[in-house]
């Protein structure tokens, strides 16, 4: 019963990058995802699945972890490459890289 303490990446489906900045403890499976023969729907009988923790800081959720006695592994987020602001920055004339039809 391994818990992982990351910080989640921004939602694809969205531009906007809320819960990003918290920092969640939640343990990994210890039992595979079975489907329901009758529904088709996943279950699984590892309760600790639907647990998950929010903390602000990643130390705050190392010394929970740490308190409660549960194994961790810490993942750190990657760094966010900037992207260019404007759209016309496309078609600048002294782009890095030509862009063409």
Known sequence: MRARIY???KNAMQSGKARTKVWVLEYEPEA???PDPLMGWTSSTDMRQQVQLDFETSEEAVAYAEKHG???QVFEPHDV???PKAYSDNFRFDRKVPWSH
């Open 7 to 9: 910080r989640p990446a």
């Open 32 to 34: 595979p995802r079975q």
């Open 70 to 72: 549960i194994p961790y």
């Open 81 to 83: 490459r900037p992207r």
